[in-house]
Every structure is written in C-alpha cells, then in structure tokens.
C-alpha cells in the first residue's frame, strides 16, 4: 500500500480533529475509522490502529486533566473496574446481536439525549451530597452498561459516559468530560494491547496519525480545563448528529 504525502498530511489533520473531539466529548472514532477507510488501509488492520493511536493520544489528555486535579479517583476507580468487565462481557455477547436492532435502538435513544443533555447541561445548581452507597453503586453501574455498550458497538461510548456522570453522578461539565475519558481511556488500552500482540496495527500510518492525536488531545483537553462551560456542550450535540447520521448511513446499508 503506497501512501502520498498529501494523504499523511489529510491523516494529521483528520486524525488531529478526531483526538480534539474526543478529548472533550468522546465521539472521535466516528471521524477516524471513516479516515481510515477512505485511506484504503486494509480492513483487518483498521480497528487496531485506531485503538493504538487514540490510545496513545488520549495518554496526554488524561495526562492534563490528572496534574490538573480534574479526576475524581474516588468515583471513578469504580467506573473503571466496571466498564472493563462490561467491555469483556459485551464483546462476547456481540456476535449474537444484529446490528441493525443496534442502529435503531441509537437512532430511538439519541433524541432523548439531546433533550436530557439540555436539561443538565446547563449552568450548574446546587445538589444533595451523595452518599458514598449511591457513588459507588451509580458508578459502577454507568461503567458496567456502558463498557458493555463499548464491547458490543463502540461509538459515542466517551460521549455516553459524559451525560452519565452529569445526570447520575452530579459532575460539572469540566470533571464529567476529564473522568468520563480516563473510563473509556482504560478500556480502549486494554484493547490496544490485544491488537498489539496479534500485529494488527498498520504503523506507516499509526505514526502519522498518533502524532495527529496528540496535538488534538492536547488542545482539546486545553479547553475543557480552562473553558469547559463553553466548549462541551456544542462538542457533545457535534457526536450526537454524526452518531444518528453514521447509524442512519449505516442502517440504510444493512
């Protein structure tokens, strides 16, 4: 497979924009698998090196928000366990499940997401405490379900587990967006270490791409820590529409 300059520089850029969005709503592999495959990388190789390149990506922006002070490691080290479990639980299950009852289910579900992300996506009010019972159970449920959702489908996962940890777990926009991607974060290096020992990752590309993804990390992960009230909300609806878009897309070819 011979690659023009022209098309590193498309990849630096798309894969760049893919990591900037994914570091504040989740939702970047909604750009870089379609990347990918207007490439032309080989199908068997491209779910590998997605996972390697925003995993190594993301390393920075859970970087940023850890020495910034943004993860709650006391919620979230539940969210984590959980959603692995989940990821190992709905992988095995993804073989029994048409994807076509997946995409209409995302198409009926996403409305009432934006209409639940315009309810408590906005200028935050005082809350009752939660007790340590409720964060622990809130927690790993919302890792469970949706690590099981990352195992069966994948996309939007991150941008899921933001909404979750508002609504569920009482997080402002700023810690929702930084735990929300250490959660999905964990799942996807486990996954990368898998492709990485079966050799499933196209390195020409990768390293284009991983270089991409850093720099978009970074600045994304920038805002959330310095203007999250701003840069969220407009972020999370931009998924939202290419999540129903791609499901629409993908559904009319099933």
Do not use: H
């Not at 409305?111 to 340590?132: D, N």
């Not at 941008?159 to 991607?181: D, H, V, Y």
């Amino acid at each position: 497979m011979e690659i023009e300059l022209w098309q590193y520089a498309t990849v630096f850029l798309l894969i760049g924009f893919s990591g900037f969005i994914d570091s504040i709503a989740g939702g970047g592999g909604l750009i870089s698998v379609p990347t990918y495959l207007a490439l032309g990388m080989p199908a068997e190789l491209i779910l590998g090196t997605n996972k390697c390149v925003s995993s190594t990506g993301t390393t920075f922006a859970v970087y940023r928000y850890i020495r910034n002070r943004t993860i709650l490691w006391k919620t979230v080290v539940y969210a984590i366990v959980a959603a692995l479990v989940g990821s190992a639980i709905g992988a095995s299950l993804s073989t029994y499940l048409s994807r076509s009852i997946i995409f209409i289910l995302l198409l009926a579900i996403i409305p009432i997401l934006f209409i639940l992300q315009a309810k408590y996506m906005r200028s935050q009010v005082a809350k009752p405490e939660l007790t340590q019972q409720q964060i622990v159970f809130r927690a790993t449920l919302s890792g469970l379900l949706l690590g099981g959702y990352d195992g069966i489908f994948g996309p939007g996962t991150g941008t899921f587990l933001l909404l979750a940890f508002m609504i569920f777990l009482q997080m402002n926009t700023r810690e929702a967006s930084a735990n929300a991607r250490i959660v999905n974060y964990a799942s996807n290096v486990s996954a990368f270490i898998y492709f990485l020992i079966q050799g499933q990752i196209f390195w020409p590309v990768a390293l284009v791409a991983i270089a991409g993804s850093i720099c978009g990390n970074w600045l994304g992960s920038g805002l959330v820590i310095n203007n999250a009230e701003k840069v969220v909300v407009p972020v999370f609806r931009f998924v939202l529409t290419l999540l129903m878009l791609k499901c629409g897309y993908d559904l009319f070819l099933v």
